[in-house]
């Protein structure tokens, strides 16, 4: 594992960070054995960054992640969590949050505390509330080590809040992808002048960078004589910039827990050849080309009143238009999306309330482009889903005909 360091403490941290918004799942809900396992492997691999927050899976990341520093792995790692500006409407409630997660966490303190997803409105709201002498008191009081905040809005507010504490560090959404989007380089750059360590957010775009990528970029990567899966190059990219100092990783799968480890054990800043380089601007250049909506997966704008899984329906229309061969993304959208299977999710129940827009920090126009989803996956919907469910009763009631007779005629 790499380390670098945090310029204004000299804290030494794995360039790898875990970040805790993705754990593992089992029936609906978080699998505690597995995450606990993955968390304490990647620690004892050399992981000593944490990144949770109150509303990363609704509320269980951070008692989950307290669960898995027991057994002294508390002591081998930086926590960092952080306040929801939408729960704060006075002064009271930030102490209050705090003293909450310090007990969820089982901790008397918080390594690196962050005000979670800044925009211009929630900062100024946050100031205007009193957050400055909170931070500088929480501080004094050994609450909190650290103060930082994480960003999703654009540089102009970006270099506004830089410049108006001393803060130790700042989280950015930073890609292939994202380099002139929200902070973008210029603001990377800008933070590490001022001294701040910049932790990376989202490197993966949601995991769209990574996996099973494009047929047009696969193809690019191929071309390098340097074999990398699509992550790596992705991760690589990322950490070629001095001014990083994390990159976080929402990781719940032990082979890309693994693979991160590798790969953080050999990203040196500015180790990507121009070759390289060369190479992943053309992946870039296809993947901008390709990429319907640029949806994270972040789940801020949910719940939908309306029952819409907004970043379910992006995900399936993104994949429809990434792999046009592939005919699975518009199946999995009638099955999870249409009702077949579920209660219907799909875009087409938008009222175009704009309440999730309001929420979004990519700052996508989500009515109207649940219009284009509905527009290009729902086609056909109406009769296909109707007639599929028809026929799901049909076998099903074939089954209990099937299992009655087969018990000799016995209920
Ligand atoms: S605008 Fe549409 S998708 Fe967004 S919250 Fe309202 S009903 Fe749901
Ligand atoms: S639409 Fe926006 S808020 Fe919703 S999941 Fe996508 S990026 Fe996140």
């Not at 669960?67 to 102490?95: C, F, N």
């Not at 819409?308 to 699975?328: E, M, Q, R, T, W």
């Amino acid at each position: 594992m790499l380390y670098r360091t945090v310029p204004k403490t000299g804290d030494s941290l794995s360039v790898l960070g875990f970040g805790c918004m993705r754990y593992p799942s089992k029936n609906g809900s978080i699998d505690e054995e597995r995450t606990i396992r993955q968390i304490r492997h990647a620690i004892d691999a050399g992981v000593n960054y944490f990144d949770t927050a109150p509303v990363y899976h609704l509320g269980k990341s951070e008692p989950t992640l307290a669960k898995a520093l027991q057994d002294g792995y508390r002591d081998k790692v930086k926590i960092a969590t952080k306040l929801p500006h939408w729960s704060v409407r006075e002064r009271a409630d930030m102490d209050r949050i705090l003293a909450k997660q310090l007990a969820t966490l089982q901790t008397d303190h918080i390594d690196y505390y962050l005000l979670h997803s800044l925009a211009k409105e929630s900062w100024e709201k946050l100031v205007r509330l009193g957050v400055l002498e909170f931070l500088d008191a929480a501080k004094a009081a050994g609450k909190i080590r650290n103060v930082g905040f994480s960003f999703h809005s654009n540089l102009e507010t970006f270099k506004q809040i830089v410049d108006a504490y001393n803060w130790q560090f700042c989280q950015i959404q930073y890609n292939l992808l994202d380099e002139h989007n929200q902070a973008g380089t210029a603001g990377l750059r800008y933070a590490a002048e001022k001294k701040l360590a910049v932790m990376v957010m989202e490197p993966l775009r949601g995991g769209s960078l990574a996996g099973h990528v494009p047929e047009a970029v696969q193809k690019i990567y191929e071309e390098s004589p340097v074999k990398r899966s699509p992550a790596e190059w992705a991760l690589r990219w990322v950490w070629d910039h001095p001014e990083v100092t994390v990159v976080l990783s929402g990781m719940n799968n032990e082979a890309h827990i693994d693979e991160n480890i590798r790969i953080a054990g050999s990203a040196l800043p500015l180790s990507l050849s121009p070759d390289d380089r060369a190479l992943i601007d053309r992946a870039k250049a296809t993947f901008g080309q390709l990429m319907k909506v640029g949806c994270t997966g972040c789940g801020y704008c949910m719940p939908c009143p309306a029952g819409v899984d907004i970043p379910g329906c992006f995900a399936l229309y993104n994949a429809h238009h990434l792999f046009p061969k592939d005919k699975s993304p518009r199946f999995q959208y009638i099955g999870h999306h249409g009702g077949l299977l579920n209660k219907p999710s799909n875009a087409g129940l938008c009222r175009a309330c704009g309440k999730c827009e309001k929420a979004c920090p990519q700052h996508l126009p989500i009515p109207r482009l649940l219009k284009e989803v509905k527009g290009d996956m729902e086609g056909m919907m109406g009769i296909i889903v109707p007639v599929l469910r028809g026929g799901l009763w049909c076998m099903n009631a074939a089954s209990r005909v099937r299992s009655y007779f087969s018990r000799g005629g016995t209920p």
